[in-house]
């Protein structure tokens, strides 16, 4: 019985991490639809809260946003 719990307890504490294509479907719904390349040519303010939305979602890492944009960490780390 303990190791039921114990099981199930862990089960409860794995994270899922999202594949890139999720995330660059994620990131293209923020865009309406529009290709995510489109998203180097946004103004600073409409990436930051773009890159904001994207870091709360559950599952993205903040290196896998720079490498399914093609933003830099640093970027996307100070958004």
Do not use: C, H, Y
């Not at 862990?10 to 994270?15: E, F, T």
């Not at 995510?36 to 290196?63: D, F, H, M, P």
Request: no cysteine; net charge negative; hydrophobic share 35%.
């Amino acid at each position: 019985m303990q190791q039921e719990n114990e099981d199930q307890w862990l089960d409860d504490q794995i994270k899922q991490r999202k594949t890139d294509d999720e995330v660059k479907a994620e990131i293209e719904a923020l865009l309406n639809g529009e290709p995510i390349e489109k998203i180097l040519g946004l103004e600073k303010a409409k990436l930051r809260e773009i890159l904001q939305n994207i870091k709360r979602s559950e599952g993205v890492t903040q290196r896998q946003i720079a490498r399914v944009t093609g933003i830099g960490q640093n970027i996307v780390f100070k958004a």
